[in-house]
């Protein structure tokens, strides 16, 4: 009889704070067994110890909704602060200019990855939405995968579509689904680092034939669905080709459901507001675009404060040139007045874990109670920019907004110590997109 494998034990001991699930946090070590969060270190289990003095932990980030892609494409003239058609058409034309492939697609999602882990992403949801009629699309799927995979953190890869021939977008999102995951029932592989779905950018682009054949591919594998709605154009578009509003047509449509997750919700009405509350359909607040696009402030705490299961999401390099999520949720927090409904810090640091993770059927992410996944983040805030804070898990949010964590984990393997990544290097992935994208 064999003996049993050596369990792998990590302890993390000294930190001023671990925060539990966002809003709840306490003393003590933080022990993990095998990858997994666990009450206590079992007797006669060595472990290695973090030494955490000076710093808080939380949960990993969970980026609820990202456009990987668009990090090639970043700052380009002439696309800050214009309406979001004219965004749109200017987006368009730079994907056809660098001729969209399977290698920009894997070198822009490996440079975003970098960029998240290194500022405490542990998932990352990324709804590809340009898909090239002359590219394969497993390949592009493969690549974006790989990207990923090589610096560490977990992907949803999301087969989107933007105007795309609706049989050919839900073919393609098959195929993808066969060559990654085959034979899945949940979406999810079995170590849970990559996690499938689909979603039409919006009612403004695609028709109800691809909300129907996407819902159909989603139910057959047991995907998660996704979409955008009640952006500017969005609504508009609505309005003049169906004389309805987007949330209408989606719920006609069977996309207001447990299973859907609607990102930007900015002009929603409180009859919709609750609509989307009855449903039991998840929300992503992307304040690091909207806002400073100028298309929209969403009422994330009403949403919040209605049971809506909120996450938070960076969108795309194209409208929000980082893809740091903790700044984004110190954005939520100082426009959230604006709204009418101000939310904490422990609110939207809850929205950028758990409340991103449970909108992606995902509730083992996001937090740090026993049996979850040991995806978590390692803050030093032992600087001067944390002198004289009196709540240091508030601090986090309020006090650095350019805070990069010292250490990530991801199911208790270490992506990025002392804030340097781990499996890649952050020189040769920037060098390598600048050098596919010419600029």
């Not at 709840?24 to 933080?30: V, Y």
């Not at 949803?156 to 105007?163: L, N």
């Not at 949403?303 to 110190?330: E, F, K, M, P, Q």
């Amino acid at each position: 009889m064999s003996e049993a494998a050596t369990p792998h034990a990590l302890v993390v001991r000294g930190a001023e704070a671990v925060v539990v699930d966002g809003a709840t946090s306490r003393t003590g070590d933080l022990v993990v067994i095998d990858g997994t969060v666990v009450d206590a270190l079992p007797a006669g289990v060595a472990a290695d110890i973090i030494d955490a003095a000076g710093c808080i932990v939380t949960p990993g980030l969970v980026n609820a909704h990202a456009h990987l892609l668009q990090t090639a494409f970043r700052t380009l003239p002439g696309t800050r602060g214009v309406p979001m058609r004219e965004w749109l058409q200017l987006m368009n034309a730079a994907y056809a200019a660098a001729a969209v492939d399977a290698e920009l697609a894997g070198l822009a999602a490996r440079a975003g990855a970098a960029e998240a882990a290194l500022y405490g992403v542990t998932t990352i949801a990324d709804h590809q939405l340009h898909w090239p009629k002359d590219a394969s699309s497993v390949a592009i799927a493969k690549a974006v995968v790989d990207g990923t995979a090589g610096v560490g953190i977990r992907l949803v890869h999301v087969r989107g579509s933007a105007a795309d021939d609706p049989e050919t977008a839900a073919a393609s999102a098959e195929d993808i689904v066969n060559a990654l995951l085959p034979g899945t029932s949940t979406g999810i592989s079995a170590d849970g680092t990559l996690q499938l779905g689909v979603g039409p950018a919006g009612v403004h682009s695609d028709s109800p034939e691809t909300f129907r054949l996407f819902g159909e591919v989603a139910a057959r594998y047991g995907l998660v669905r996704r979409t955008q709605a009640n952006e500017v154009v969005d609504v508009d578009i609505a309005r003049e080709r169906y004389g309805r509003r987007p949330l209408d047509l989606l719920e006609d449509w069977g996309w207001l459901a447990p299973d859907v997750t609607i990102a930007h919700l900015c002009a929603i009405t409180d009859d919709e507001l609750a609509r989307v509350a009855a449903s039991g359909a998840a929300a992503t607040h992307a304040p690091g675009c909207d806002v400073v696009m100028g298309w929209g402030v969403a009422p994330a705490g009403a949403l919040h404060n209605a049971g809506v299961r909120v996450g938070l999401g960076t969108s795309g390099g194209g409208s929000n040139d980082a893809g740091h999520l903790l700044a984004d949720a110190r954005l939520a927090m100082q426009v959230s007045p604006l709204s009418g409904h101000a939310l904490t810090a422990e609110d939207v640091l809850t929205m950028a874990t758990a409340g991103s993770a449970d909108g992606l059927g995902r509730p083992e992410l996001g937090r740090l109670t026993p049996g979850s996944a040991a995806d978590f983040c390692v803050w030093d805030v032992s600087g001067v920019a944390d002198a004289g804070v009196g709540d240091v898990v508030a601090g986090l949010l309020w006090t650095s907004p350019g805070r990069r964590p010292r250490d990530v984990y991801v199911a208790g393997r270490e992506v990025v110590a002392d804030g340097v990544l781990v499996q890649d290097s952050e020189r040769e992935i920037a060098a390598d997109l600048h050098r596919r994208v010419g600029r």
